[in-house]
């Protein structure tokens, strides 16, 4: 066997001591198990990838997180910590690279791992770092699940310039009218979107990563109100009324470009946008219902599903972000050296 062999001197073939039990435990011993799933989708290869990695009783540090989630080179990676408490599960949030508070696609990936996919039974909330996530089962039938996202939500004083846009997204030129501003908006500190209303399907498409993969970061712009010029902005294009074939029903459609990134669902835009359009539109003491299309252009076709309730003074009671997750790999990963 190849894999057993060295080969030393002149052609010469020596054996390769096989690995020793001992050995195949400590590999164990250095490994977690992991799955992954396709959030925001019941198709596999659609919807947007989320790896999941299980922690055992051994912690390993922040750095070696970082080093599986770029690993991964997913958009997020989250880490799953032991069981403390039968109802709760804690979870943290990784990109490529850094700790992120809160995103909509890990944490309805991983609702929909401990409702419809474990063995688990009893997961009621997942501890993240921006708080306590209730989750549930909305639908047995398609195993959509919801979960009660946490929100401090700001419409921020400036709006951003058509000249800027064009700036970072030149493409639209043919599709953005003369004069028009677009708001910024803030799910949470620190979680920030750009909408960009267009007005056809057409001028969607048209939509290109920004020029020279450029980001609007919020600690270096003055369009986010002092006080919330955390993290980056995400800018969220996105056209409404549009009749889905697949649903029979209209829906919005969106695109999210980060820079040279397109993902193809974005859960806390989404939430984002939901909650801007029911705070500017919305009538108070009712709750509204949007469904949300995202990665039709990338081929990874994504459903979100975002309900937002006002009180009766207008302001935001809650925001439910909703969506299923099918699996697609499992394994395990070897942990990093520290």
């Known amino acids: 066997m190849v894999d057993s062999m060295t080969q030393s001197g ?18 164990r011993k250095m490994s977690l198990n992991f799955v992954t799933l396709d959030v925001f989708t019941s198709t596999p290869y659609s919807g947007n990838p989320l790896g999941v990695v299980f922690l055992d009783s051994q912690p390993i540090t922040q750095s070696q997180k970082q080093n599986i989630a770029r690993e991964f080179n997913l958009s997020e990676t989250i880490f799953v910590h032991p069981t403390t ?5 804690t979870i943290d949030i990784f990109t490529t690279d850094c700790e992120i508070p809160f995103a909509g696609h890990p944490t309805i990936g991983a609702a929909s791992w401990f409702l419809t996919h474990s063995a688990e039974k009893g ?7 921006s708080g306590i996530i209730p989750i549930s089962i ?6 959509y699940v919801a979960a009660r996202i946490a929100q401090n939500t700001r419409i921020h004083k400036a709006r951003f310039d058509r000249s800027e846009v064009l700036r970072l997204h030149p ?28 007005e056809s ?9 920004a020029t020279g993969g450029e980001l609007i970061s919020a600690a270096e712009t003055e369009y986010l109100d002092e006080g919330w010029r955390a993290g980056l902005v995400c800018v969220y294009f996105f056209v409404r009324d549009v ?13 999210m470009m980060l820079g040279t990134l397109e993902d193809p669902a974005t859960g806390s835009s989404a939430s984002g946008l939901a909650a801007y359009l029911t705070l500017t539109e919305g009538q108070a003491g009712q709750a509204h219902e949007y469904h949300v299309v995202q990665g039709v252009e990338m081929g990874r076709r ?14 935001i009671e809650q925001v439910v972000l909703t969506g299923t997750a099918v699996s697609v790999s499992e394994g395990k990963v070897r942990v990093p050296p520290a």
Do not use: C, W, Y
């Open 138 to 143: 909305q639908d047995k039938e398609t195993n």
């Open 171 to 198: 493409s639209l030129k043919p599709f953005l009218p003369e004069g028009v501003t677009f708001p910024l908006f803030s799910i949470v500190n620190g979680m920030s979107q750009l909408f960009i209303e267009l």
């Open 85 to 89: 408490e039968p109802t709760t599960r």
């Open 123 to 129: 997961v009621t909330t997942l501890a993240t770092k």
């Open 302 to 315: 994504s459903d979100i599903g975002v309900g937002v309730t006002l009180d009766a003074d207008k302001k």
């Open 10 to 27: 002149a052609g010469t073939i020596k054996p390769h001591p096989p690995t020793s039990t001992a050995q195949h435990a400590a590999i």
């Open 243 to 255: 009749q889905d074939e697949v649903l029979s029903k209209k829906v919005i459609r969106s695109r």
């Open 201 to 209: 399907l057409e001028a969607l498409a048209a939509v290109t990563p």
